[in-house]
């Protein structure tokens, strides 16, 4: 078996994790396991030792199952409630006639060099797109005739406590990591044809306890986003509206919860499915407003040809869509995989973000320009041509 690869998705309620290996050119699912995390609350790493004995348990889990076969190197996926994402811009001016390799490199450094921000970890460094002489947008501006060129990137930060503690956390269980990725990336990548980036989509994330969202149009990222609010706060909001039990709230929520319109309630069944509605309803017009709100702040709001895209565990309610739909004046559907589809992890709804990390890491196993603090600077240019 060769390149075999651990694929880590970290949430605040469970790690879930599979490892892949290639046997003759074709993939092969080794091992998936799925755990309640513990030590980790919130973005919050409240006991190192617990995450290191789950990291490392399912590490030795793996080694035992495949004969003494070793971990090659892992991926980490990431959702962070205290997420940064910030636009920047840099410039410089073309000294002959074209634009030279040596131009991209100076503005890549220079714009790793000012991204650096205290008590936060620079994870990711994404391009959005180079501007040649401050009209035209490229992604390949090389050999190109200019006296000027920009380029803008989007840097995503998480907390250096929290960072720090991760990759200690892996360095004890003996595991390479060799990136660390939002997400919300992962998810746009894997979900967004050519054409959805170029009307205008929103691609909406609910997970746990954070909803991620991102919107693209013109095949460029327009804007990214979080907000601390997830499906578990809607089990809460039944747990205190209800005054029953967390886990009763869950169940609820899962065997009964729906978002109703108010002419479709049966007022005389016993449980009060009208209340429980408006309970659950409430906390995703919640999200779907304040996600509204963003697109109102750049002139986006009703105004996407690319429709509204749902993905994650929280999109799973009962009428969603239609909710969705009423608020954000578009059509809504639910993202769908445009990639590889690999057995017993593609087709489960809690593993799906798995097989797109591995997918991302098959296609950019060459680059990691953007892996700041892990990789080091390589082929930016590549990457430009592999995002489109």
């Known amino acids: 078996m060769q390149n075999i690869k651990a694929i880590f998705d970290i949430g605040n309620g469970y790690i879930k994790w599979a490892v892949f290996g290639e046997d003759d050119g074709n993939t092969v699912l080794l091992a998936k396991e799925k755990t309640k995390t513990r030590g980790l609350r919130k973005g919050k790493i409240l006991d190192s030792d617990d995450i290191t004995k789950i990291i490392t348990w399912m590490n030795e889990r793996f080694i035992k199952k495949l004969w003494g076969d070793f971990i090659d190197e ?31 490199t ?34 390949d501006p090389i050999d190109l005739q200019a006296k ?15 960072y720090s503690g991760l990759s200690d956390t892996f360095d004890k269980a003996w595991i390479n990591v060799v990136d660390i990725v939002p ?24 997970g746990t306890n954070q ?8 095949w460029y990222p327009l804007l990214y986003g979080s907000l601390p609010i997830g499906s578990e706060d809607v089990t809460k909001d039944i747990s ?29 069944t016993e449980i009060d499915l009208g209340f429980l509605s408006d309970i659950i309803t409430a906390r995703y017009e919640e999200i779907f407003e304040k996600i509204n709100d963003e697109l109102k702040q750049i002139e986006r709001d ?34 769908k995989d445009r990639h590889l589809h690999i057995k017993d992890v593609s087709d489960n709804k809690q593993f799906v973000t798995i097989a797109w990390l591995y997918t ?29």
Do not use: C
């Open 74 to 104: 892992a991926i980490v996926g990431l959702s962070h409630p205290e997420i940064q994402r910030e636009r920047v811009t840099e410039h410089k001016r073309i000294m002959g006639e074209k634009i030279k390799e040596d131009d991209i």
């Open 183 to 206: 997400n919300i990336l992962v998810n746009a990548e894997a979900t967004l044809d050519l054409d959805q980036k170029d009307l205008g989509t929103l691609l909406i994330d609910i």
């Open 360 to 388: 991302r890491s098959k296609k950019y196993k060459t680059q990691t320009w953007f892996n700041i603090g892990i990789g080091r600077m390589k082929n930016i240019i590549q990457f430009f041509k592999d995002l489109f």
């Open 302 to 335: 009703g105004k996407l040809a690319g429709w509204v895209l749902l993905v994650g565990w929280g999109t799973k309610m009962e009428n969603i869509k239609q909710l969705a739909k009423e608020i954000f004046k578009l059509a809504v559907f639910d993202a």
């Open 240 to 268: 205190i509206g209800l005054q029953i039990e967390i886990k009763e709230a869950e169940r609820l929520k899962k065997e009964l919860g729906n978002i109703i319109k108010e002419s479709d309630r049966d007022l005389d």
């Open 148 to 162: 000027k060129l920009q380029l803008v990137a989007d840097v995503f930060r998480i907390p250096k406590n929290f």
């Open 211 to 218: 909803t991620s969202y991102v919107v693209y149009e013109e």
């Open 106 to 139: 100076h503005l890549s450094k220079v714009i790793h060099d000012i991204s650096q921000k205290t008590n936060f970890e620079t994870l990711k460094i994404m391009p959005v797109y180079w501007i040649v002489d401050e009209t035209k947008k490229e992604k």
